[in-house]
């Protein structure tokens, strides 16, 4: 399987933790210890979804 799409419901809408996943995915997929593109007037958003439907493709 190469791609699998998640339908679903958002259960939670947090700022809570927001920039420590940007810098954690920054870190995985840059190879950079923080995220380089923040701007000082974003705000980083989390969504959390309670799946629903799975769809697996490829």
Do not use: C, F, N
């Amino acid at each position: 399987m190469r791609y699998l799409g998640v339908r679903g419901r958002v259960v939670e809408i947090t700022e809570d933790g927001a920039d420590a996943h940007i810098d954690l995915l920054a870190e995985k997929y840059l190879g950079l210890d923080s995220y380089p593109h923040r701007r000082v007037d974003e705000v980083r958003v989390l969504y959390k979804i309670q799946p629903e439907r799975l769809s697996p493709m490829g």
